[in-house]
């Protein structure tokens, strides 16, 4: 009788566990990818807060927070960078008056920026730009991805 229990038991177990891994498997099917690929809004506070503090090293109270990101970036004219693959892996935020940063939310830092210059690259927020590191920007055409930075089709 015990042994009965014990096997049900394990059974249950080993099948709820491979319910869930059939239900995560069904969620990628459907395109629900994990949240990696999904990173919050580019307006999100946090993210928001992490590049004023890393540009300018800021510490903003919760009642400046809001006043401030407003006043300092253009969240009309920030978008998302992409990899090869189509999934985002950075923002472009448009810094006020003048000034850009690129923030890899997944690393939670900002990858570059500048407070002097706006970008000579990143100058169209409705273009899908693919972003694989410093001086590496591209536009997909159709002979490939068209480097911004060297005029170049790199593959």
């Known amino acids: 009788m015990k042994k009965t229990v014990s096997l049900l038991c394990c059974l249950t177990i080993m099948m709820s566990i491979a319910l869930a891994v059939l239900a995560m498997e069904i969620n990628c ?10 990173p919050n809004k580019i307006s999100s506070c946090e993210y928001c807060e992490n590049v004023l503090h890393q540009v300018y ?4 109270s919760a009642d400046e927070t809001n006043n401030s990101i407003n006043n300092t970036i253009d969240l009309e004219k920030s978008f998302y960078l992409y990899n090869f693959d189509d999934e985002p892996v950075a923002i472009f935020y448009k810094l006020k008056p003048v000034g850009y940063a ?6 939670e830092y900002v990858r570059q920026y500048s407070t002097d210059y706006d ?6 927020c409705n273009e899908t730009y693919y972003y694989n590191g410093p001086f590496n ?3 997909k055409t159709e002979d490939g991805f ?3 930075w060297t005029g170049q089709i790199d593959f």
């Open 137 to 139: 920007y591209y536009i």
């Open 57 to 60: 090293g800021t510490d903003l």
């Open 146 to 148: 068209y480097n911004l």
């Open 102 to 107: 690129i923030y890899d939310y997944s690393g």
């Open 29 to 38: 099917l459907i395109g629900e990818s994990p949240p990696r690929y999904f």
């Open 119 to 124: 970008s000579d690259v990143f100058t169209d």
